[in-house]
């Protein structure tokens, strides 16, 4: 009686562990339709997907919902608080690794034996996971024995739920979250904006492999896409995958938009420059990324000035770098910003004239706009320049 209650409780964990679990969410309308990884771990790639992104410490380090949000002070020399403030930025970086875009793998059949000879030896099947410590998850072999003597690889479910059981992933659950199998949940987290909850969710529940991560992401792209709340996920590790995403469907233009409008014009030169990328389109993109580049900071650059402008008092600013220091916080531009723009006016420019772009009277509506303001802040950077007797180029 006893041995019998065991085998079926076994045979229960058994059927838990190897049949897949429901899932109820409506399939997005746009999928990968090849292995985007190449392209997505390309280096020139991920640059421009980080560059994109944005450094926004106040938004990497800002007070989440965790058991912890305690402050810590400290007094320091100006040589530590530099080091403090250079591993502030290599943490910021490290939080904003992006999470990777590669293919659906597909379940296939694996067979290593069958064992006629095993046959009824058991009425469960038997799952057997190595559990080698400092071995890659990925490479953790998992064989099931069936019970009628077959021997094979496991599926992609088995394999999953056998790596969380002996080395769990903090924030994975056993069981699939109840809103990635309700809809009508997505759909209310969705409609509250609630984005980045979800992408982190889906990202520590699903491996990038699965279809239901691919799916979760496409949902969130799409909505995000029609609710134009592009900057909800700037400064995440969401982002890249987001413009990689807009990019390979050729539908940047609405988040192209938002970076005109909010002044990004050499991430908006970096948008149009990936997509050129990725659909192999005939124009010479890298030599305005090279002068821009050359004009430019690069993201932990700025942040690490930021960060040192943000602790110093107007005298001592004055004292380091001058009244031209002060007229290009005032104006929150530099002469090298305003030759970047004027590259990327040109670069953007082109972009709309072309068959590429789908939202033509949007585009020159907000470029227009832009190069009133630019005009106007460029105005009274040389005259703030002038009347301190600075030097104009």
């Avoid at 190897?18 to 991920?46: M, N, V």
């Avoid at 995958?241 to 908006?268: E, G, K, Q, S, T």
């Avoid at 004292?319 to 002060?326: D, F, K, P």
Wanted: glycine share 2%; net charge neutral.
């Amino acid at each position: 009686m006893k041995m019998s209650l065991f085998r079926h409780i076994r045979s229960l964990n058994a059927l838990q562990i190897l049949r897949p679990g429901r899932r109820h969410l409506s399939t997005a309308s746009l999928q990968y339709d090849q292995d985007p990884q190449p392209l997505f771990t390309d280096a020139e790639t991920q640059s421009l997907l980080q560059s994109m992104t944005q450094l926004q410490l106040d938004k990497v380090f800002r007070k989440r919902t965790v058991p912890d949000n305690s402050t810590e002070m400290k007094f320091m020399t100006p040589d530590q608080l530099e080091k403090e403030f250079v591993q502030a930025i290599e943490k910021a970086r490290h939080l904003l690794q992006m999470p990777p875009i590669v293919k659906v793998k597909v379940d296939t059949e694996r067979l290593i034996s069958k064992d006629a000879a095993l046959k009824d030896f058991a009425s469960t099947k038997y799952v057997f996971t190595d559990i080698t410590y400092g071995l890659p998850q990925s490479e953790r072999k998992v064989v099931v024995r069936e019970s009628d003597g077959t021997l094979a690889y496991a599926n992609l479910e088995t394999v999953k739920r056998m790596n969380q059981l002996y080395f769990p992933l903090e924030g994975r659950k056993s069981y699939i979250p109840r809103m990635f199998t309700d809809e009508e949940l997505l759909k209310s987290a969705l409609d509250t904006h609630k984005y980045e909850f979800i992408l982190d969710r889906a990202t520590v529940q699903y491996e990038p492999y699965e279809p239901e991560f691919h799916n979760i992401l496409s949902r969130v792209f799409e909505h995000l896409n029609e609710s134009k709340q592009f900057d909800l996920l700037r400064s995440t590790r969401h982002f890249g995958p987001m413009a990689f995403f807009y990019a390979w469907h050729r539908c940047i233009d609405d988040l192209l938009y938002d970076m005109i409008r909010r002044d990004y014009l050499h991430n908006a030169a970096e948008l149009i420059a990936l997509s050129y990328k990725i659909h192999k389109i005939p124009l010479d993109y890298r030599s305005t990324l090279e002068q821009i580049s050359a004009l430019r900071s690069t993201p932990a650059e700025k942040a690490l000035e930021d960060l040192r402008n943000s602790i110093q008092a107007p005298e001592e600013r004055q004292r380091v770098g001058g009244i031209e220091q002060e007229i290009h916080l005032a104006i929150g531009k530099t002469e090298n910003d305003f030759a970047s723009d004027e590259i990327c006016l040109k670069f953007i420019e082109q972009y709309i004239a072309s068959e590429h772009a789908l939202k033509k009277v949007q585009l020159e509506l907000a470029i227009q706009t832009l190069k009133e303001v630019n005009l106007e802040k460029l105005q009274l950077f040389k005259g703030l320049k002038k009347a301190h007797g600075v030097n104009v180029n």
